[in-house]
């Protein structure tokens, strides 16, 4: 059975740094697209980054030059590191991975940014 774990959220003030973790465990065939997604209350989920399994990474404007996504693809697990966290950054974060056979999630972590 395939899980994603994530880790790392909290409360930070404004300007404040996080680095999630999403530890995957279980047998995924061939992991392609690594990814983070972000859904802040009453809004729709939206994708915050990716990274293929090659190393090339796609970011949403509103998060480009501050946050930064990484893969180890030997522990199987993938990183979003936050930086200049603005309060409009507030939102349950979810690892996300595709693989030959699905599309996995994890349960979420809790990121707010507030003074």
């Known amino acids: 059975q395939v899980q994603l774990v994530e880790s790392g959220g909290g409360l930070v003030q404004p300007g404040g740094s996080l680095r999630l973790s999403c530890a995957v465990s279980?047998?995924?065939?061939?992991?392609?697209?690594m990814a983070w997604y972000r859904q802040a209350p009453g809004k729709q989920r939206d994708l915050v980054a990716t990274?293929?399994?090659?190393?090339?990474?796609v970011y949403t404007d509103s998060v480009r030059g501050r946050f930064t996504i990484s893969r180890d693809n030997a522990k199987i697990a993938v990183y979003l590191q936050m930086n200049s966290l603005k309060p409009e950054d507030t939102a349950v974060y979810y690892c996300?991975?595709?693989?030959?056979?699905?599309?996995?999630w994890g349960q979420g972590t809790q990121v707010t940014v507030s003074s």
């Open positions: 279980g047998r995924i065939i061939r992991i392609n697209t």
């Open positions: 996300n991975v595709k693989g030959l056979t699905g599309d996995y």
């Open positions: 990274i293929s399994s090659y190393g090339s990474t």
